[in-house]
């Protein structure tokens, strides 16, 4: 089962960005599609954004489309995301996860997390 490690995450002003990666421990890492969590305190856990094994399809939930990005490097084994003019709400625990087959934008199929990393945003 692959193994995901997130890193990236830290505290920045509103407005500002920060890049997310996870590093994934096998080299099947192509064949999974991928995909971004967040939880905020109190929160159930939320769908970001997914991506499909070659970055061909992307899916975004309404409230991060325009501000965020996410993307893969499969001869890496890394997965971004991109997160530009961050909001306050945006602050949570970021995970990462995989998906086997071609389901990057359904939140179920996700079966593999890493242990998460935590963005925190300031007004």
């Known amino acids: 089962q692959v193994q995901l490690v997130e890193s990236g995450g830290g505290l920045v002003q509103a407005g500002g960005s920060l890049r997310l990666s996870c590093a994934a421990s096998?080299?099947?890492?192509?064949?999974?599609?991928m995909g971004w969590f967040r939880q905020a305190p109190g929160l159930e856990r939320e769908f970001v954004a997914g991506?499909?094994?070659?970055?061909?399809?992307?899916y975004y939930v309404d409230s991060v489309k325009g501000r965020f990005a996410i993307s893969r490097d499969n001869a890496k084994n890394t997965v971004y995301l991109q997160m530009n003019s961050l909001k306050p709400e945006d602050t949570a625990v970021y995970y990462c996860?995989?998906?086997?087959?071609?389901?990057?934008?359904?939140?179920?199929?996700?079966?593999?997390w890493g242990q998460g990393t935590q963005v925190t945003v300031s007004s």
């Open positions: 096998e080299r099947t890492f192509k064949w999974y599609d």
């Open positions: 991506i499909n094994w070659n970055g061909g399809n992307t």
């Open positions: 996860a995989a998906a086997p087959g071609s389901r990057y934008n359904d939140p179920t199929a996700f079966n593999t």
